[in-house]
């Protein structure tokens, strides 16, 4: 990339701090408040730390001591840094789902970065919906940017073992349920499941965004897999607020980064890490934001020849602390480079190509990150399925699946929404066995609004009891990038939309056949229609406030599930207020 701007030049904030105007005197004058000496309006880079941090956001509860770490880089290179907040989309706790949040978040990011005055940003995220709520909201305004992680927490330990976020209580919460395990030992592991600061430290949603990032060049190389408390987690973020004065000086934005090749390149080390599901919807909104033309079929298509090659939970054996420890996501993007499947000159944040970044770096563990000769899955990625049930697509992640249930015809146990589910599933009168196929209406973006994580629905006691861990799931739901099993995810349209997901009754035939990519529902073309006839809109409008707002403009999970009014980029220009 060549250095487009010449330095110095009259930035973005002197519109507000610049020259001796009375609007210039009062926008200087307040900020003095803080007790800032007069040379830090003197024309140099100003830089906003929008930070995800909140108490209600444990996973980013870190980030006000990062953001002093940022703060540091950015003086001595010449920067004035400021701090601001932005919405905070916790995932453990907030209600109903994070993911109805997180285009409220990204609207919150955008409009607070281009209505102040701030030449470039340092994004500070960490749990799942933060780092897509920070990437979507900046790349609308398109100024320079440049990505902090929180950094995943250190592993999970329960008598002398790891325990997995997330993972671990998917597993034990079946086997409480199983009798394999009592309460009191499931409360007793909750003690040390999530036991420093940071995010989830399986490959869950918060792991695979970071590693998006990564891939896409939003970050300084190995970012992802530091550990929160690692010290060198502190020394990224120095070094980033030193190299976001640089962009700025450099003018690199995100649609200098944000190309096709880079959206191609995460997609491939999605399926090389084994990445949460998750990540197809940001992607996706993602690049509606700076207007690239990626599609469902963009991550059937680059991830079907790439093998998984990180040994972590969900998935495989491993955690976060031994990623970072055998070498991190360099490591897999050399392996992905190698395999030729990388796209080498993709540019990246420090202003270097990403194979430049990442083409001398060594493996410490070949147990953690794999050749790809053996690897944990031969085919990663995500399949996109369609067929009658899913015309406009569903996923699923195959190595995340049983490879007995990837063809597999069965009867359909259905539950109209996620109350039905719960109300039913521990009836040992429940008409199901192991060979049905349990499917779930109602949990699409706006059928549940925001797409609860509810994909991976529980077995039935009565199947667990039987040794059985995996049956065929299928609903409009996501799925949390910690859980597994053989869950078709995302079908579009939704249920709530009409889709013909709303339309499958007990006892019809499914056929889920993910080598050939396609889901079937084994009912006329005419039944169907007479079912379509007497289907009602489970829909509640006019609610108001943001959850109606959402309701009427969100978009199907196949576009990627942004409002519709906030697809594409919108830039940095912004009238001034006139005293
Ligand atoms: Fe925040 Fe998992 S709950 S990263």
Redo the contacts with the bound molecule.
């Keep these: 990339m060549k250095n487009k701007a010449v330095w110095p030049r009259k930035l973005r904030s002197s519109e507000w701090f610049g020259g001796t105007g009375k609007n210039a005197i009062m926008h200087r004058s307040w900020m003095k408040n803080q007790g800032i000496p007069a040379d830090n309006f003197d024309g140099r880079p100003i830089i906003g730390i929008c930070n995800t941090w909140s108490e209600l956001?444990?996973?980013n509860a870190h980030l006000r001591d990062l953001a002093e770490r940022v703060k540091r880089g950015v003086y001595e290179a010449g920067g004035f840094p400021v701090e601001f907040p932005v919405f905070s989309t916790?995932?453990?706790s907030l209600r109903p789902t994070a993911m109805m949040f997180r285009n409220l978040a990204a609207m919150d990011v955008e409009e607070a970065i281009r209505g102040n005055p701030v030449d470039g940003v340092v994004l500070l995220g960490?749990?799942?919906k933060t780092t897509p709520s920070l990437l979507m909201g900046a790349a609308s305004v398109d100024i320079p940017v440049i990505l902090v992680s929180g950094g995943p927490m250190l592993n999970g330990k329960w008598r002398g073992k790891d325990v997995g976020?997330?993972t671990a209580i998917w597993k034990f919460s079946e086997m409480v349920k199983s009798g394999e395990m009592s309460l009191d030992e499931f409360m007793d592991a909750e003690q040390g499941m999530a036991r420093s600061a940071g995010?989830?430290m399986t490959m869950?949603?918060?792991s695979t965004m970071a590693s998006m990032a990564e891939a896409l060049g939003m970050t300084l190389p190995g970012n992802a897999a530091i550990p929160a408390v690692d010290a060198r987690r502190r020394i990224i973020s120095q070094l980033s607020g030193r190299r976001i004065v640089e962009m700025v000086k450099e003018d690199i934005k995100p649609s200098d980064i944000l190309t096709k090749d880079a959206f191609e390149n995460a997609i491939r080390v999605n399926g090389a890490v084994g990445g949460s599901t998750n990540a197809v919807i940001h992607l996706l909104a993602l690049a509606g934001r700076v207007g690239i033309p990626l599609t469902l079929d963009d991550w059937d298509r680059l991830g079907r020849d790439v093998p998984t090659i990180v040994n972590l939970q969900p998935s495989g054996k491993y955690l976060m602390e031994e990623f970072y420890y055998a070498g991190g996501l360099p490591v897999v993007i050399k392996a992905v480079g190698d395999m030729g499947l990388l796209h080498k000159d993709a540019m990246t944040v420090n202003g270097d190509t990403i194979w430049n970044n990442v083409k001398d770096v060594q493996n410490y563990n070949d147990d953690v990150i794999l050749s790809p000769d053996k690897p944990l899955t031969e085919h990663g990625g995500i399949a996109v399925l369609r067929g009658n049930l899913a015309p406009k697509g569903a996923v699923l992640k195959p190595s995340a699946a049983s490879p007995h249930l990837m063809q597999h015809t069965g009867r359909a146990v259905v539950f109209e929404n996620i109350e039905d589910y719960h109300s039913r599933i521990n009836d040992e009168n429940l008409d199901i066995d192991e060979d049905c196929i349990m499917v779930l209406k109602n949990c699409g973006p706006k059928g549940y609004p925001g797409m609860a994580e509810v994909g991976n629905m529980g077995l039935p006691p009565k199947i667990l009891r039987k040794g059985i861990t995996d049956m065929v799931r299928i609903s409009d739901a996501r799925m949390s990038g910690t859980a597994y099993g053989t869950v078709v995810l995302h079908v579009a349209p939704e249920a709530a939309e009409g889709g013909p997901l709303a339309l499958v009754e007990n006892g019809d035939m499914i056929s889920l056949d993910v080598p050939a990519r396609n889901l079937t529902l084994n009912v006329s073309d005419e039944e169907l229609k007479r079912r379509k006839a007497r289907w009602k809109s489970p829909i509640e409008k006019g609610n108001g406030g943001y959850a109606g707002l959402y309701i009427e403009t969100v978009m199907q999970a196949d576009t990627g599930a942004d409002l519709d009014f906030l697809v594409g980029k919108r830039g940095s220009i912004v009238k001034r207020e006139s005293h």
């Design positions: 956001t444990p996973c916790g995932e453990s960490g749990c799942d976020s997330g995010s989830c869950g949603t918060a």
